[in-house]
């Protein structure tokens, strides 16, 4: 992949070294040590509590492009801290035992950003049935040799989350900006990732990096056209913290064209394994239903669905209501959960939707929510 300019925050390494990594994308120093600490502290947790495994950082701090944010003159973290377990032995990353495993430290350690774990078991990524991006930064299991060869995600679970923050940010409008630039760029890196199917890592990693993805996407052009690609590259200004305000909700409209035009040229195959989570879900949340393939397509479609429903001067009541029965063909709502208000209706099927959409059943959560960068 060819890009004007690779991003001077990122250079992909196989190990971080917490005490030298870059972490923030702007140069706040108190705030730097405050996350690095903190990622220590939560580091040495994981490795008592998962011997033998690999602790690896992802997400926007892995590429240098956490983000922070002022709310009455105090620096806020809104990036989360994002961390793999990789281990070899199938109990410890069986997520029942290791939420109590970490109940007694991590479910009480005061964080500054949310935390997120998610819990591989080894011979997946050997074998190459799962992948996963970011870099070593602890634990005693060498992965250095396995994570070269991983393959790019698949760029499908990328367009849902675009879906998931796009159809947010009318529900969010004080912060719609922020979602919709959200939506935007995790659809450029859906299509970005869509190219390098089945590519090993030194193709994919660098689309990890916001700052990659607003060069990268000026080989889309002919494709997207000038003002699509021109509007992905101000979302990506807007997470970077280059552009406040560069994206209204009056041309929410316009939005949905863009993201829609991506996520015509990306399929979204049916999957057992989606199947497979699906039923888990329902499980979780006690809901009777029938686990499908297709889910991922379903709920692809409901949030899409959702996010062309709304306009500033109201809602487009036909596309809430194909939501809503797509929706309850995948579980089953019960009636006091759809409100007459149509806008209530709208929050309720998409946190539905979305809640399905996110659903990773090997994935733990500690410490404040915000809004996710």
């Known amino acids: 992949m060819q890009a004007e300019g690779k991003s001077e925050a990122f250079v992909d390494r196989l190990v971080i070294d917490l005490a030298t990594a870059r972490l923030l994308y702007s140069p706040m120093p108190d705030v730097v040590e405050r996350v690095r600490s903190e990622l220590v502290a939560i580091r040495d947790v994981l490795i008592q509590a998962f011997p033998d495994s690999a602790i690896v950082l992802t997400g926007s701090m892995f590429v240098g492009e956490g983000q ?25 990353v069986w997520p029942p035992a290791a939420r109590r495993r970490l109940a007694t ?42 994570l070269p060869l991983l393959q790019a995600p698949h760029a499908g679970n990328e367009l849902l989350k675009a879906y998931q923050f796009l159809s947010a940010a009318p529900l969010h409008l004080k912060s719609y900006d922020l979602f919709c630039a ?22 994919w990693i660098d689309l990890s990096s916001v700052a990659f993805i607003k060069d990268a996407i000026l080989e889309m052009e002919p494709q997207l056209g000038p003002d699509a690609v021109d509007t992905i590259r101000r979302a990506c200004d807007v997470i970077l913290g280059i552009e406040s305000g560069g994206l209204t909700a009056d041309d929410h409209i316009r939005y949905t064209v ?24 329902l499980l979780r949340e006690k809901r009777p239903g029938i686990p499908r393939p297709s889910v991922g397509v379903s709920a692809l479609s409901g949030l899409r669905s959702l996010a062309e429903s709304w306009r500033p001067d109201g809602l487009d009541h036909d596309g809430v209501r194909k939501a809503e029965q797509i929706a309850r063909h995948l579980c089953h709502v019960r009636r006091a959960e759809i409100d007459a208000n149509p806008m209530s209706a709208y929050a309720c099927v998409h946190n539905l939707l979305a809640n399905l959409a996110g659903f990773n059943p090997h994935k733990l959560y500690y410490g404040p929510r915000s809004v996710s960068i």
């Open 182 to 203: 959200k939506g935007l760029s995790r659809g450029a890196r859906a299509l970005l990732l869509h190219k390098e199917n089945g590519r090993p890592r030194s193709k």
């Open 68 to 92: 922070v944010d002022f709310i009455s003159e105090h620096p806020v973290i809104l990036s989360d801290y994002d961390l793999i377990v990789v281990s070899r032995n199938f109990c410890s």
């Open 258 to 281: 863009i993201l829609g035009g991506i996520a015509d040229r990306i399929t979204f195959p049916s999957s057992r394994i989606l199947a497979l989570k699906h039923a888990l879900w």
């Open 105 to 146: 430290t991590l479910g009480v350690m005061p964080l500054s950003a949310h935390l997120d774990i998610s819990l591989v078991w080894e011979p997946l990524l050997r074998k190459r049935l799962t992948t996963i991006g970011g870099a070593v930064m602890g634990g005693t299991l060498d992965i250095s040799s396995i």
